[in-house]
């Protein structure tokens, strides 16, 4: 009646006139038509949250992924050659973390996810005539690639804007953790699912009925999603390349002089484009040599994704491993322990263990790094970080998924396996007891503990 329209709004950032009563905030507007229109984007920013999981889940939603490696080598690819074509359609991953951010100025984050989206279904289906050609091979890997690259790169900064523009920025951590555990729930029941079904309808039947279903998430997560037009970034005008180019260098140097970060960044490197790109190309062929079928393989990808989904849920009790020297040194020697009993016994429960526990490290530390850089690197440049990293990860995967190549010929499996955790272990030993500005708290725990620190030497060696 009087033309005034209240509504209560915490942090609501749309507003024009803000009164203060009792603790209580209430956002007021003489203009009808404006209040309406932000409660619909505030609305939007809500479903907008709600959905990603979902474009998460059409990324790992794969029914295939417990046994893509040996259907691959059943269609008539070696593992040398398997390692070759996924470096050769790394660079398409690049690409996409580069032009997704670029694109998304001029037609939205939720447009852009979308259409990568829709590219996935696209290249997961031309796995199915990986065996008529090697070019099917190279855009059934290369496509997907490139749209999850673009994807990782945009989704990060599209669920952080839609938080801000409903009042819940200071939920980002909680979000996402939840985020993150959907998705590795799905991935976990979609592995064993898939495994379960290539004993009756083959491992063609389930990459058809993979493509069916992420095809099916893509659709709810576009009619479920909205776009928002204004970026909190603060950037009014698209950059030029070179201020493109100057705003990554920039958000590498501004990440590296936060040390907790630098550290964290460090080690999520090693393990992503390391560990798990040797894993994720052998790991099948390991277990199945070592006398699994593969309705196990399914069973342990069940299991070892649901260690991810747990660490992504309980990442505020993860954070004391990630970012304490000695757990986190202590995790990664155990890491290099059930490396060496699997080379030594052969047995694969040693290698199932393994596998388990370093799906803990990436579940935690990928929410946390995400977080840190959430909290600390500024919101002008924050996007650019991602891209960069994502893109910077795309390369160094690629690098050495071509030396993987070389040295799976020359080199048994297991013992690559080892060399690779044993240097990871080594850098965490090296951040937690080598770095000159942690002298004091070095002392400060060889009191507590008792521990000589003049002994590193002996203890390595012997490890």
């Known amino acids: 009646k009087t033309g005034i ?15 203060k009563n009792n603790n209580s905030i209430t956002l007021a507007s003489d203009d009808f038509s404006k209040c309406l229109k932000q409660k619909k984007e505030s609305k939007a920013s809500y479903r907008n949250s709600f959905a990603a999981p979902f474009i998460q889940l059409v990324i790992g939603f794969e029914f295939f992924a417990a046994f893509s490696t040996i259907y691959l080598q059943g269609a008539g690819y070696s593992l040398s050659s398997l390692g070759f074509f996924f470096a050769i359609c790394s660079p398409l991953g690049v690409a996409g973390s580069l ?11 939720r447009n852009v996810i979308m259409a990568n989206l829709l590219l996935h279904c696209v290249g997961d289906t031309l796995l199915l005539l990986a065996g008529i050609s090697p070019l099917f091979l190279a855009l059934g890997l290369g496509i997907p690639a490139m749209a999850a690259a673009g994807i990782s790169s945009l989704l990060i900064p599209f669920l952080h804007t839609s938080l801000a523009k409903s009042g819940r920025a200071d939920k980002f951590e909680a979000v996402y953790g939840k985020t993150r555990s959907i998705f590795w729930i799905g991935l976990a029941v979609s592995s064993v699912a898939g495994s379960w079904l290539a004993q009756f309808i083959g491992f063609s039947g389930v990459i058809a009925m993979s493509c069916v279903v992420i095809t099916v998430l893509t659709i709810f997560s576009f009619i479920s999603t909205s776009s928002i037009k204004e970026d909190l970034t603060g950037e009014k005008q698209p950059d ?22 630098k550290i964290t960044v460090i080690l999520n490197f090693l393990v992503d484009t390391g560990l798990f790109v040797f894993l994720a190309l052998a790991v099948q062929t390991m277990l199945t040599d070592a006398g699994l079928g593969v309705g196990w393989l399914g069973v342990i990808m069940f299991a070892a994704n649901l260690v ?49 526990l370093a799906n803990f490290w990436q579940g935690a530390a990928v929410v946390i790094e995400a977080s840190k850089a959430e909290k600390n690197v500024s919101q002008g440049i924050i996007a650019y970080w991602f891209s960069a990293k994502t893109a910077l990860t795309t390369a160094l995967s690629a690098g050495m998924q071509i030396f993987l190549c070389v040295l799976i ?23 937690g007891f080598a770095a000159k500005d942690r002298k004091i708290k070095i002392n400060h725990f060889s009191k507590k503990y008792k521990f000589d620190a003049s002994h590193i030497r002996n203890i390595l060696c012997a490890a």
Request: glycine share 4%; net charge positive.
């Open 409 to 431: 010929s020359n080199a048994a499996l297991d013992a690559i396996l080892l060399g690779i955790t044993g240097i990871i272990t080594l850098i965490s030993v090296f951040f």
């Open 308 to 356: 991810q989904s747990l660490a992504s849920k309980i990442v505020e009790k993860a954070a004391s491993i990630v970012n304490n020297a000695f757990k986190r040194s202590v995790y990664f020697a155990s890491l290099a322990v059930s490396a060496g009993a699997f080379m030594i016994f052969g047995n694969p429960v040693f290698l199932i263990l393994f596998y388990i």
């Open 99 to 109: 032009i997704s951010p670029f694109l998304s100025k001029r037609f939205g984050q």
């Open 5 to 19: 329209f209240i509504e209560s709004d915490e942090n609501s950032s749309y507003s024009e006139f803000i009164f």
């Open 240 to 261: 030029s390349a070179p201020a493109k180019g100057k705003k990554f260098f920039e958000a590498f140097k501004e990440v590296f002089k936060i040390k907790d970060l």
